[in-house]
């Protein structure tokens, strides 16, 4: 199994205080993503990163933000929780220029309830 | 835009009995397509993945994916269905011309009877 992390592993915490989830990789991938992952909808990309530093949106990112000061550190911050926000929360990793070629793989997950 | 479809929501099998789970997407390019199955409570877990060349693809646990570009189909397939295998099961797709990303269909849940 790739090396992935994710912490914490669950979380409940209340409307309006912010979050952050944090994604460690012991693969030196390039490539790391941050996913929710709801009932009906499949897996939704937040933001991505293709290097330290270098980051990007994805399709479900509003309410969200990203960084990425380490190769092997993503974490992923909700500024001020709110309901629809509950969700699980997954990172994946990917290496290679032609990022696609390779696997996604991917982390636990965080289960987050936001009361 | 590009969207992955997964038309079952629930498909329940006998043990035994042979599958098929349907994805259909819809991409202005030339696709990059996965299967990710899910147990309860874990990760996703790559099964099989087609980028070129044959379009019968084998992948792990006894699975495999046939390309059908006519169809815009990667359907997901098993002879014969173990009850281990019941879990979520995602199809997944994605091109260069839409960067590193893939776009997730929703999700098949699959159910095993003994």
């Known amino acids: 199994d790739a090396g992935i992390t994710q912490s914490p592993r669950h979380k409940v915490t209340e409307t309006g205080t912010p979050v952050t989830l944090r994604c460690h990789q012991t693969?030196?991938?390039?490539?790391m993503y941050w996913y929710r992952q709801d009932p009906g909808h499949g897996l939704r990309l937040i933001h991505y990163?293709?290097?330290?530093?270098?980051?990007d949106k994805g399709e479900v990112s509003d309410g969200y933000s990203v960084s990425r000061s380490k190769t092997e550190d993503f974490l992923l911050t909700l500024e001020s929780a709110t309901s629809s926000q509950t969700s699980v929360y997954f990172c994946a990793i990917s290496d290679q220029e032609r990022a696609l070629l390779n696997t996604q793989y991917f982390g636990p997950g965080t289960r987050l309830t936001v009361l | 835009a590009q969207s992955v479809t997964q038309p079952d929501i629930h498909i329940t099998v006998s043990e035994g009995a042979s599958l098929e789970l349907r994805c259909n997407y819809s991409?202005?390019?030339?696709?990059?397509l996965f299967w990710y199955v899910q147990s309860p409570g874990q990760g996703l877990q790559l099964l099989l993945k087609y980028f070129s060349g044959d379009t019968l693809v084998q992948g792990i646990k006894g699975f495999e994916a046939e390309f059908k570009r006519s169809q815009s189909s990667f359907n997901l397939r098993k002879p014969s269905v173990h009850w281990s295998d019941a879990a979520e099961y995602f199809c997944a797709v994605g091109a260069e011309e839409y960067g590193n990303k893939l776009v997730f269909g929703a999700g098949t849940i699959l159910r095993v009877k003994s």
């Open positions: 693969e030196n991938h390039r490539y």
């Open positions: 990163s293709y290097g330290v530093k270098d980051t």
């Open positions: 991409y202005g390019a030339t696709p990059y």
